[in-house]
């Protein structure tokens, strides 16, 4: 997701998946946001409202 919160495709590297935890080891950077769900509604250019999801302490 870019600063004014349209979203952009991009291809994200994947090396472990536990649970609903992923290590990406590419494709992301330190505190960039991602989409998790309504995958099949969005497109590239979209404009979206970000919620926090779980965090883990």
Do not use: F, N, Y
Not at 14 to 28: H, I, M, R, T, Y
Not at 39 to 46: M, S
């Amino acid at each position: 997701m870019k600063a004014d919160h349209s979203l952009e495709q991009r291809v994200v590297q994947v090396v472990q998946a536990v649970g609903d935890k992923w290590l990406v080891e590419s494709g992301l950077k330190a505190g960039e946001q991602i989409v998790v769900e309504g995958l099949q509604k969005i497109r590239p250019g979209v404009t979206v409202k970000p919620v926090m999801v779980g965090k883990e302490q």
